[in-house]
């Protein structure tokens, strides 16, 4: 199985070769997407941010969340998830946004319908690498 460092260099690849940006939202990976692409030399070219949103108050002052923007959205759900990679991806104006919450993640490419989703069960620590390499595979 490859490594998620080597995945980040593929992505990375991938990115360079499109001209496309990415920006990263993660909770329970905890930095360890971002950790990954920044690894890759050149990582400036295509990494526009990334932040860690595991509380309120750092979904307030990271990514600029307010209530409203989750307001009626069920907690630790997939329509939350979705928010964060919108919100990521509105404030970078980057290509793809990726976000992670519990067992939700999001791919969102600048074009909506081509996002996707992925429930990956219960957050246990486990899933955090599974997690972390199913993000790595770009469309």
């Given at each position: 199985?490859?490594?998620?460092?080597?995945m980040a260099e593929?992505?990375?690849e991938l990115l360079r070769q499109?001209?496309?940006?990415i920006v990263v939202a993660e909770t329970s990976t905890g930095g360890l997407i971002s950790s990954a692409l920044l690894a890759v030399p050149g990582a400036s070219a295509y990494y526009k941010g990334g932040s860690v949103l595991y509380t309120y108050e750092s979904r307030k002052i990271l990514l600029g969340?307010?209530?409203?923007?989750v307001a009626g959205l069920?907690?630790?759900s997939e329509a939350m998830v979705m928010a964060f990679a919108r919100k990521a991806q509105a404030q970078f104006a980057s290509t793809w946004a990726i976000a992670d919450l519990r067992a939700w993640v999001w791919?969102?490419?600048t074009h909506l319908v081509d996002a996707r989703s992925l429930n990956l069960g219960n957050a246990q620590c486990s899933i955090v690498n599974q997690k972390?390499?199913?993000i790595?595979?770009?469309p």
């Open positions: 199985m490859k490594t998620l460092t080597l593929e992505v990375a499109r001209g496309e940006t969340m307010k209530r409203q923007d069920a907690p630790m791919f969102l490419p972390a390499k199913y790595m595979t770009l």
